[in-house]
């Protein structure tokens, strides 16, 4: 974990956001709280070239920026003293984000958040927690009740597990989010859910205390993305009827189960044990996750509704934008130019990780630095 004194040097334009590049975590979490909370002794962030300590609210720190939340008593001092990679944050004030909604803002998912376990309450660090974690203002139900759902379609079907294969329906699942794929939240995992118990397989080292603390919460243990095909090869040989999705499902693991149950059935002709009934079965049918996660509850409506109308907000100032370079300016504007400026809108509304595809702007899908954009394609005008 990085040490407090790394982000304590002083928060004026000379301060470098580097502090942080060999301990592991992309961002920092420095409360004005010392171990005992609100107290006489309580520890203190200065601004540079200050002579006198002034108490604030908190700092975040990561590799690329940093903001800082004060009161109104130090809105100027802030303003004149902080370096351009600061951010300064009006505490109380309307849309004024807390400091745990600007880290998942702007922090990937799946990425190690610091904190001084002594200087965060038990409060906070919950508050923190439910917040990096797809929390249920957005996700509407909790991972127990959709493995709860799951596991009836499992008994429904006469099945004993599920294997998850698809990135999205695992993210859904658990509640989780990634950056492993471009222009979409997902991580690299698999799924497999059984009646007893759920696991997710995926790169271990990218588990974030507060992921594995999110996921113990409902009984699901982590293992590593290559431990899947051993455990289905096991799941075969103990006699498991898997529901399989066979159009989602890769012949890796289509494969495994396979030589397992040929493994089951090899001893059980030598044994004598088994009839063919209590033998392993592959289940070829749709994903059960299918139909409950493209039906939308309320908080994921509300959710769409209002990342429709942040985007919107961008597309207004754009258009804006673009009409003032383009009528008034004259302005010779390229589809690079002109992709990147839009994404900057909306980089600036609340909310924003990143877009769903790279912007097309003109003739090509991925723009061209050299190709130039027309009045006329624009409907601006000539």
Not at 161 to 188: C, K, Q
Not at 348 to 358: M, Q
Request: charged letters at 20%; hydrophobic letters at 40%; glycine letters at 8%.
């Amino acid at each position: 974990m990085a040490r407090a004194a790394a982000a304590r040097r002083g928060i004026g334009a000379g301060y470098k956001l580097v502090d942080l590049s060999d301990s592991g975590v992309q961002a920092y979490i420095v409360p004005s709280e010392d171990a005992h909370q609100p107290s006489a002794s309580r520890a203190e962030l200065t601004f540079q070239d200050s002579r006198e300590a002034q108490e604030l609210l908190c700092a975040v720190i990561t590799l690329e920026k940093a903001a800082l939340w004060t009161d109104g008593r130090y809105y100027l001092q802030a303003e004149n003293q902080l370096g351009p990679k600061w951010t300064l944050m009006r505490g109380s004030s309307i849309g004024v984000p807390s400091y745990s909604e600007w880290l998942r803002d702007n922090v990937s998912a799946g990425l190690a958040v610091g904190i001084d376990p002594f200087l965060v309450t038990h409060d906070g660090a919950e508050e923190l927690r439910r917040t990096l974690v797809h929390d249920l203002i957005y996700a509407g139900v909790d991972v127990a009740m959709k493995l709860s759902d799951a596991r009836k379609k499992l008994s429904t079907a006469g099945a004993t597990g599920v294997v998850i294969t698809i990135l999205d329906e695992v993210a859904w699942l658990f509640n989780l989010r990634g950056g492993n794929v471009p222009h979409s939240p997902v991580a690299y995992a698999h799924a497999l859910v059984q009646m007893d118990k759920a696991t997710l397989f995926t790169d271990v080292s990218k588990v974030t205390p507060d992921v594995e603390m999110h996921l113990e919460s409902s009984s699901v243990t982590v293992k590593q993305y290559s431990a899947l095909l051993s455990t289905i090869h096991r799941l075969a040989e103990s006699g498991s009827k898997l529901w399989l999705d066979p159009t989602k499902t890769n012949m890796g693991i289509v494969n495994a189960f396979s030589e397992g149950c040929t493994s089951f059935y090899a001893k059980a002709d030598v044994d004598g044990k088994y009839g063919t009934s209590d033998g392993p079965t592959a289940l070829h049918r749709p994903s059960p996750l299918s139909v409950p996660k493209a039906i939308k509850n309320a908080a994921e409506i509300s959710g769409m509704k209002q990342a429709h109308l942040r985007d919107a907000a961008a597309l207004v100032e754009f258009w804006a934008w673009l009409k003032v370079k383009i009528v008034t300016e004259k302005a010779k504007l390229t589809e690079v130019e002109v992709g990147d400026e839009l994404l900057s809108f909306r980089s600036n509304k609340e909310g924003f990780l990143e877009t769903s595809f790279d912007t097309i702007c003109g003739l090509y899908f991925l723009p061209l630095q050299n190709c130039r954009l027309l009045p006329v394609l624009t409907g601006l005008g000539a």
